[in-house]
């Protein structure tokens, strides 16, 4: 039995914030090494950023355009085609036919099993594309913006972007990150998918590994 559940942990190393290594812990395979399907990852991805789309775009149909309640002509006679309204889309300035509108609904849900799993698809491809960088504690003597890049720069290379997640919220180490245009951060209990694909690469404190195991096992 023993035998079994050391082969379902990871070992990965922890650095400091001078990029030693100065530990090692054991990560579960249920969520750091599970089979990777391109294709639900992109299905999670289009419906999230679905609901994020603001549907602004919006053109005028026929019965919207004004004018043309009256025939332009008669309907014989003239040698010119047959038109009953000038709001026909056959017309300039008349209504767009299949058009945007403001009425069309972007939003749909997404299993939540589903995109969990899809989750951990990502988290595991951080972690095998050494993208996912396990630190023991991030910790700013101020809100310095350059304290924290520093930090950054020797854990991950300089000027990487990332995603630093985060066991709770730090007003410090949000200020910092706020001011760096690679930069963002994330609380453990709810990473979100679309950040973690935006940012190539994953720094987690080992406290904040804690919280991720207890909410995504």
């Known amino acids: 039995m023993m035998e079994l559940m050391i082969k379902?942990?990871?070992?990965?190393?922890?650095?400091?914030?001078e990029g030693k290594e100065v530990e090692?812990?054991?990560?579960?395979?249920?969520?750091?090494d599970?089979?990777?399907?391109?294709?639900?990852?992109?299905e999670v991805v289009d419906i999230l950023s679905g609901n994020r789309r603001r549907n602004l775009a919006h053109a005028k149909r026929r019965q919207d355009v004004r004018g043309g309640g009256i025939k332009p002509w008669r309907q014989k006679g003239t040698g010119r085609a047959r038109h009953g309204s000038i709001r026909s889309?056959?017309?300039?300035?008349?209504?767009?036919?299949?058009?945007?509108?403001?009425?069309?609904?972007?939003?749909?849900k997404v299993n939540s099993k589903v995109k969990k799993a899809a989750l951990k698809m990502v988290l595991t491809n951080k972690l095998a594309s050494d993208?996912?960088?396990?630190?023991?504690?991030?910790?700013?003597?101020?809100?310095?913006?350059?304290?924290?890049?520093t930090i950054l720069d020797t854990v991950i290379g300089k000027r990487a972007k990332a995603v630093v997640v985060l066991?709770?919220?730090?007003?410090?180490?949000?200020?910092?990150?706020?001011?760096?245009?690679?930069?963002?951060?994330?609380?453990?209990?709810?990473?979100?998918?679309?950040?973690?694909?935006?940012?190539?690469?994953?720094?987690?404190?080992t406290k904040a590994i804690d919280k991720i195991?207890?909410?995504y096992q």
């Open 89 to 108: 889309p056959l017309w300039k300035g008349g209504g767009v036919t299949f058009g945007p509108t403001k009425d069309r609904n972007f939003k749909s």
């Open 167 to 205: 066991s709770r919220k730090s007003e410090k180490l949000v200020m910092a990150a706020n001011n760096l245009s690679g930069i963002a951060t994330a609380p453990a209990t709810s990473l979100n998918i679309l950040e973690l694909l935006k940012y190539p690469y994953l720094v987690v404190t």
């Open 34 to 42: 599970v089979e990777v399907k391109p294709t639900l990852i992109k």
């Open 131 to 149: 993208h996912f960088i396990l630190i023991d504690k991030l910790e700013l003597k101020d809100s310095k913006t350059k304290e924290l890049q």
């Open 8 to 17: 379902k942990m990871l070992k990965v190393k922890v650095l400091n914030q």
């Open 213 to 215: 195991i207890k909410t």
């Open 24 to 32: 090692s812990v054991e990560l579960p395979a249920s969520i750091f």
